[in-house]
């Protein structure tokens, strides 16, 4: 496989894990502003199981060798400061 198709493959793989990052904040957020509070069991029901999905989509990818484990292991730490900072936003309303 050449350099070039192997850096493509990586950079797919990144931007997925991506978009399905910004589809747990969507979610949170949406769920946060209509349904419930962070503080409601379903929250966080819907929160851990989010961000343990993600998490095996990352382990998956970087042992495939298309996501390199310090990216993955810092697209989850971005996404949990980012939900955190949603829910200090919504906490403080």
Do not use: W
Not at 72 to 92: D, F, I, P
């Amino acid at each position: 496989m050449s350099v070039e198709i192997k850096i493509g493959k990586r950079e797919k793989a990144y931007e997925l894990l991506q978009a399905d990052a910004q589809k747990i904040l969507k979610l949170i957020g949406v769920q946060m502003e209509n349904l419930t509070m962070p503080q409601c069991p379903l929250y966080e029901e819907v929160l851990d199981t989010q961000m343990f999905g993600l998490s095996r989509e990352i382990d998956f990818a970087v042992r495939l060798g298309v996501v390199r484990a310090d990216e993955g292991k810092e697209l989850l730490s971005s996404l949990e400061r980012q939900v955190s900072a949603l829910h200090e936003a919504s906490t403080h309303k």
